[in-house]
């Protein structure tokens, strides 16, 4: 059964290089997952994240006409969104806008009202 665009099939790490890991698929194929489909995070050292002999459970997100494979497993993780939040009103948003505003320009002032003492204030 040839592997298709898009499957999600569960696969053992057979090899690990600098750019990739190789894993073999249950159809006696191997496909590669680049270094950049690991993680959600930066991956400096593949071996940080993935060890020859894990199992693996892969996303196929190309196949080219010579037969190479390549995989994900970030793409092959259900992500859970967080709830998206009830959109605000423009009437909100400016409302919330002036708010942080006024917050902010109220901490300059004191900063800038404790500095105007400057260094020789007080002395005489």
Do not use: W
Request: cysteine-free; charged content about 35%; hydrophobic content about 35%.
């Amino acid at each position: 059964m040839p592997v298709e665009l898009g499957e999600i099939l569960e696969g053992k790490v057979t090899g690990i290089t600098n750019f990739g890991a190789f894993v073999a698929l249950p159809d006696g194929k191997t496909g590669l997952i680049h270094i950049s489909e690991i993680a959600e995070e930066y991956v400096r050292d593949i071996n940080d994240f993935l060890k020859v002999n894990d199992q693996v459970k892969v996303k196929v997100i190309s196949v080219d006409p010579k037969g190479k494979i390549g995989l994900s497993i970030k793409q092959a993780v259900e992500r859970r969104r967080k709830p998206a939040r009830p959109a605000l009103s423009f009437e909100e948003k400016l409302s919330r806008f002036l708010k942080d505003s006024d917050e902010r320009l109220q901490a300059l002032r004191r900063s800038t009202d404790a500095k105007r003492g400057g260094r020789g204030a007080g002395r005489r």
